[in-house]
């Protein structure tokens, strides 16, 4: 089975880094560093808005392209190369996906026109501190309608308009609707590793909220979100690893060193070989994962686990290893080393750290193989 990418959707990433070359270089993310709310450069999210990218996925029915996933995928690739500082994650794979999955057809038909033309931002509001995401961790309610408690960190939620938020329901936690913009919301911005994306901690006194859907088993429809988001951001986690290659290959053959290139010394070879080696695991297990999200197969939350520990793996590792082939200079704020490294550390753990995804790997592999083995029996 070929899991690469077909002429057009090649046509469509090869225009997509030829777009951001142009209006989000490195200085753009450099631009939004001192902002106390960071994370948003609104000329250039305006210009991905006009572009069309934040409806790829969605369905021309809800004012999007229907380009398919993909493409998405593509795009996502194109814009962690970048390291662009704008709320597409928590838009397009969280906020969106929430929507399509469990949403109302009220709800689907009155915020995805939005998000599709990047007019609305969104995000999801989870956790409420460090630790694992568990029923018994969640202490924000919901009751008549209304919204109370804190969330914290909140990604992008400085910038965002609407919130996909996890509380304590009549019949156990669920996934709840929110306005950000109205009564009984207050929000403050975070610090966190890398200020290119914004965080926030957002207070719910009585808000306004409604349920999303039909309501359901909260912690069960954030999983199918969450298997989704995985495969896309492994795509920015595998776009920002091959740059960081990139960085690390050109500076060692730039640099030299006792009369030689620095990369044509064995220790700086084998650093390279390593990095290389895993972002070839990350882009197999991605490129499977695309395939799976494209399909809907019932293999998504396996594909989207291995997708997802990989990627991580090898985002952190290029990351280092390119500050470490720079040498002295790479650990100064002029160099660009540091951008990819904060946005390795944050993607590894906006939907989960990757300890619990291994979890997850490790559970969807027993169970497999039970099944398998069940069959051979029953054979």
């Given amino acids: 089975m070929d899991f690469d990418y077909s002429d057009d959707q090649r046509a469509l990433k090869d225009e997509a880094r030829r777009f951001l070359a142009d209006v989000s270089p490195l200085s753009v993310a450099r631009g939004v560093l001192d902002d106390p709310a960071g994370g948003l450069d609104q000329a250039l999210w305006s210009r991905i808005g006009e572009q069309g990218w934040c409806g790829a996925a969605i369905p021309e029915a809800y004012g999007g392209f229907e380009f398919g996933y993909v493409e998405l995928c593509a795009l996502a690739e194109e814009l962690g190369r970048a390291v662009a500082p704008v709320p597409f994650a928590s838009s397009v794979y969280l906020f969106a996906e929430a929507l399509l999955l469990a949403g109302s057809e009220e709800q ?126 492994a795509f920015e986690q595998l776009g920002g690893a091959d740059r960081c290659l990139e960085m690390a290959r050109d500076y060692a053959l730039e640099r030299y060193a006792f009369g030689r290139q620095i990369g044509s010394y064995q220790a700086i070879k084998h650093k390279l070989a390593d990095v290389f080696v ?73 939907i989960g750290s990757q300890r619990e995804w291994k979890r997850q790997l490790a559970g969807c592999l027993d169970a497999k193989l039970a099944g398998e083995e069940a069959e051979r029996l029953r054979a």
């Fill in 108 to 233: 689907k038909s009155s915020l995805l026109p939005e998000i599709a033309t990047g007019s609305l931002i969104g995000t999801v509001a989870l956790s409420e501190g460090p630790g694992v995401l568990a029923s018994e961790r969640v202490a924000t309610s919901f009751a008549g309608g209304k919204l109370t408690g804190t969330k914290l960190p909140v990604i992008d939620g400085m910038a965002a308009g609407r919130a996909v938020v996890l509380a304590q329901g009549g019949d156990g936690v669920q996934l709840v609707l929110a306005d950000l913009s109205g009564e009984g919301v207050t929000r403050e911005p975070v610090s966190t590793v890398d200020p290119t994306r914004g965080a926030a901690q957002i207070t719910f006194s009585g808000a306004p909220a409604e349920p999303l859907g039909e309501g359901g088993d909260g912690l069960a429809q954030l999983s199918r979100i969450q298997d989704r988001a995985a495969i896309l951001i």
């Fill in 278 to 350: 895993r972002n070839e695991v990350a882009r197999a297990n991605a490129y499977c994962g695309a395939w799976a999200l494209s399909s809907d197969d019932a293999e998504l939350p396996l594909a989207a686990a291995a997708a997802r520990v990989s990627a991580c793996t090898a985002y952190w590792q290029a990351s280092k290893e390119n500050i470490q082939t720079h040498g002295g200079i790479g650990f100064t704020w002029e160099a660009d080393c540091h951008f990819f490294y904060r946005r390795a550390r944050h993607l590894g753990l906006v």
